[in-house]
């Protein structure tokens, strides 16, 4: 067992592909809900035993709030550890990560796992589609005319990340081709993305909540519009790589990893845009 700081999770998650690693909350149900790092699963340390010798091959990651509980599950990890694996303790729990955190549950409603294989994915291009229809919003209400020089840069990113939206609707379009047995029977993208309402943003909020909440802002709207930008990254973040693992199927879950490794670009790019603004 080894331990690792905040920052260095920072960049290991930064630098390691989402499919590499599984980071373990070992709290009760209520600190999760409560707050939680993005991308990490729920499994607490009462139940943890009984568990332990089903986690999958991969790096594990174990965080608690000050690190004690989670030291207690990683080294039980580690006694189990006959692939090799490396494994960690978060030093200093989350009381030492002073990232962005996620409140609540992952949407799991979002993704209804008894359906089809085909139409999860395509709720999931629906999802990217609330998203791209949000900073269209942004990019329409606030960021069209007699923008300053800050401004403008606050209006590029927005596009970037408009632009990545629709990208990551293509990425999922494209598992969705490899998983259907007669790929020709599928419908062309742009028809299929045409027809989606979009009226859900990742992470599982309302599209017209979302834009409410920032038309009716006047003060700090640009820190305000990126923070909730973040969140609503974070979210999808969440849910993305909380869903890979929940679900059976291999392709879905490539598909889920793929979009939380996406994601994560997304997340840095609106940070850095965020302490540039301040």
């Not at 209804?112 to 294989?117: A, I, M, R």
């Not at 990217?128 to 960021?143: M, P, S, V």
């Amino acid at each position: 067992m080894k331990t690792m700081t905040a920052d260095e999770f920072r960049s290991y998650r930064e630098k390691e592909h989402e499919k590499s690693y599984l980071l373990i909350d070992v709290r009760q149900p209520a600190e999760y809900k409560e707050s939680h790092i993005s991308g990490s699963i729920l499994l607490p340390l009462n139940q943890f035993e009984e568990q332990v010798e089903e986690l999958p091959e991969k790096n594990l990651i174990f965080y608690c709030r000050s690190g004690i509980r989670s030291k207690a599950a990683a080294l039980t990890a580690d006694f189990f550890n006959e692939a090799g694996k490396d494994i960690y303790n978060l030093e200093g729990g989350i009381l030492a990560w002073h990232g962005i955190t996620v409140e609540g549950m992952p949407s799991f409603k979002t993704f209804n796992l008894n359906k089809e294989l085909s139409q999860i994915l395509i709720d999931a291009i629906n999802l990217e589609k609330g998203a791209f229809r949000f900073y269209e919003y942004i990019l329409e209400h606030f960021y069209s005319d007699n923008l300053s020089e800050k401004d403008k840069s606050i209006s590029d990113v927005m596009q970037q990340a408009r632009d990545g939206e629709l990208g990551h609707a293509k990425l999922i379009y494209s598992h969705l081709k490899k998983i259907v047995p007669n790929s020709n029977s599928i419908e062309p993208f742009d028809l299929i993305y045409q027809n989606l309402k979009g009226d859900i943003l990742e992470g599982g909020a309302a599209f017209e909540q979302m834009a409410e909440l920032i038309g009716n802002r006047t003060e700090n709207r640009t820190a305000d519009i990126l923070e909730n930008a973040i969140a609503m990254e974070y979210r999808a973040f969440d849910l993305y790589r909380v869903m890979s693992e929940r679900t059976e199927d291999e392709s879905l879950k490539d598909a889920f990893y793929s979009l939380a490794q996406a994601e994560k670009s997304h997340m840095n790019i609106l940070a850095n845009a965020l302490e540039s603004s301040l």
